[in-house]
């Protein structure tokens, strides 16, 4: 027992707030001191803007925020998430569950000037009063993730992909289109 106790008193102190409410708004510079993570899931009808981009609100995302600093002293929060999304396929127009995976490195900058100032692994979050929201993080990462045409594993068949006139090879026909019009004119006369 008291080898079990020296363990737990041996670790790293880290806060850790796991499947509880995430907090509306959190001071990010006393969660980075406090190393905070949070961890737990959201429904996915809680993401109003992620919302008009899915199929249905239905599902869930689970996340894992943990704030922090690297080696140089680079104050930042790393999102994890992973939901499946449901997407309406734009080849097939079937809904289908579109897997993602976040992770996701954000440097805390408190000027649109201390971006240049990031490593580049960094991706810049902009926090001019401290204050930063959790889930509109998350759904901000979601949201970026999202593919610009969402579509499904099985629609990449060949036979349904659009070739171009030049991509149609056609030794039937002729290549000019007003030829048939010169065989026509040709085939009164």
Known sequence: MLFLLTLCTAAPTIARAMNA????????????QARRVFQGALPLADFKRLRDS?????GEVTYEI?????????AHLRVRADATLPLTCQRTLEVFGLPVHVNAKLGLI????????????????LTGDGQVNLAEVIEDELILALPVVPLSPGAND?????RGTDEIQDDDGPENPFAALKKMKAAKR
């Open 158 to 162: 060949e036979s349904l992909v659009w």
């Open 21 to 32: 409410v995430l907090p509306e708004s959190v001071d990010a510079w006393r969660m980075v």
């Open 110 to 125: 408190t000027h649109e000037a201390d971006e240049a100032a990031l490593p580049s692994n960094y991706e810049p979050l």
């Open 54 to 58: 899915l199929a249905a609100s239905s």
């Open 66 to 74: 943990e704030f922090g600093k690297d080696e140089i002293g680079v």
